[in-house]
């Protein structure tokens, strides 16, 4: 799946310095390679739908056996392995013998103590690695994680690590023993120590995202091989919500264009995001938040919800809303299966100007047939005239009024709203009251 980072930004998807952000909330991952092998896995979706059942299946069996993930594997473990091959220290004696050994302790304190405690830590790291492979590397394991374990297994076959197999502590080692595992680790093993290091940490982003799923109980999708846009999800809610609302929605190639009305604060733009969000989760092989979700692969998903104007380039908002949908309409024209979200097209021009270029785009985009479109808008006026077109759809989120107070059900129901509440609100703040006692 194409995706840039507008979209992720839109999405609250990769918020790097907010915790209020998808990626945060559903990383679990052990070390920070880990989560950073799981930042790369997010910002680059899946191709096809065969590598995301991979994923899906991976993180199913790793569900199953979290229990099995050996603890030996810390974070303070990989940083001190990279600290061991980072700092300069005397050479360890190659074929240390007992005088030797313990020379090497008296008269090289510091750096003995170095080597003593990144062969601990480097020690627990490999018994993590066999562990994995023990209790994961399967006949009936998925093909990704098989194919990695078995990567991994190669690289520990050695003779030197049979010692690790038969004790389960650094500690149970003499100093002999000690040195000679610090020789090979650092001498001759350092790119394939490496290279261990960078498959854990694949397996702990998937470990990150298996967790996750399980902790939210999220729901794995069933993706469609079709040439046709389809999205049909129940019980479809937001993950960054705490007490979210859900909703059903279907989008397939006899109607694949919802076009959205309702006041502000509806609900409107959350929908939107949370569709958005599910369908991405989704293409990285994640469970999602709904109950049940059938999708067809979507080759890209593009959004326009935050549009903003650029001073430092003299460009204004309008200006920028033209662009992004300029960019839209270049995307769609490909023939490939995208996901548009517009959330409140053209805010940046005079209601009358929006409408005949809202009207415009819409019947456009209204050609497409291999893309699936979701676009709110306050323009409820222009919604009769789009009736006429077979495969667009019209909901609306409702508000409910009782003494000017302001009800939100959050519920999509059928039809187009009218409302225009805006005055209300202003009202009930009390911007109202203060004005008048200027």
Request: hydrophobic share 40%; net charge negative; with cysteine.
């Amino acid at each position: 799946m194409e995706i840039d980072k507008i979209t992720l930004n839109d999405l609250a998807i990769l918020n790097a310095d907010d915790d209020f952000s998808v990626f945060n909330k559903l990383n679990f991952c052990r070390t920070t390679g880990g989560r950073d092998r799981m930042y790369s896995n997010f910002i680059t979706p899946l191709q096809n739908i065969h590598e995301i059942t991979g994923i899906q299946q991976t993180l199913k069996s790793l569900m199953n056996n979290l229990d099995l993930w050996p603890s030996q594997i810390s974070n303070g473990s990989v940083m001190m392995i990279e600290k061991f091959y980072l700092t300069t220290i005397d050479d360890i004696p190659s074929n240390p013998s007992k005088f030797s050994a313990y020379n090497y302790k008296i008269f090289h304190r510091p750096d003995y103590s170095l080597v003593e405690y990144s062969v601990g830590h480097a020690f627990d790291f490999i018994k993590g690695m066999q562990l994995l492979i023990s209790h994961f590397l399967q006949p009936d394991a998925p093909a990704p994680f098989r194919k990695l374990l078995e990567a991994a297994k190669q690289i520990l076959a050695k003779e030197q690590f049979e010692i690790i197999e038969k004790h389960n502590k650094a500690a149970e080692l003499n100093l002999v023993q000690q040195l000679q595992l610090a020789r090979f680790l650092r001498y001759q093993y350092k790119r394939n120590m490496l290279d261990l290091l960078d498959m854990y940490f694949q397996l702990d982003a998937w470990y990150g995202m298996a967790t996750a799923v399980k902790q939210y109980d999220l729901h794995f999708p069933e993706f469609v091989d079709t040439d046709e846009p389809l999205m049909d999800a129940t019980g479809l809610y937001h993950l960054l919500l705490q007490e979210p609302v859900d909703y059903n929605i279907k989008l397939h190639e006899h109607c694949n264009f919802l076009f959205l009305t309702g006041a502000n604060m509806a609900g409107k733009s959350t929908f939107i995001k949370s569709v958005g969000t599910a369908v991405f989760l989704a293409h990285l092989g994640m469970g999602v938040p709904v109950k049940t979700m059938r999708l067809s692969f979507f080759e890209g998903l593009l959004s326009n919800i935050n549009v903003v104007d650029n001073i430092a380039k003299g460009q204004s908002f309008f200006y920028n809303e033209v662009q992004r949908i300029k960019a839209t309409v270049s995307k769609v024209s490909d023939g490939r299966k995208w996901l548009i979200l517009i959330d409140e097209l053209f805010k940046g021009t005079n209601v009358e100007d929006a409408m005949k270029c809202s009207s415009t785009v819409i019947e456009g985009l209204l050609k497409i047939k291999t893309t699936a479109f979701i676009l709110s808008t306050h323009l409820y006026e222009i919604g009769e005239s789009l009736r006429k077109y077979p495969n667009i759809s019209f909901n609306y989120f409702e508000t409910i009024v009782t003494d000017e107070a302001l009800h939100f059900n959050y519920q999509l129901k059928e039809g187009i709203s009218n409302d225009r509440l805006g005055y209300v609100i202003l009202k009930n703040e009390g911007v109202v009251d203060m004005l008048e006692k200027l």
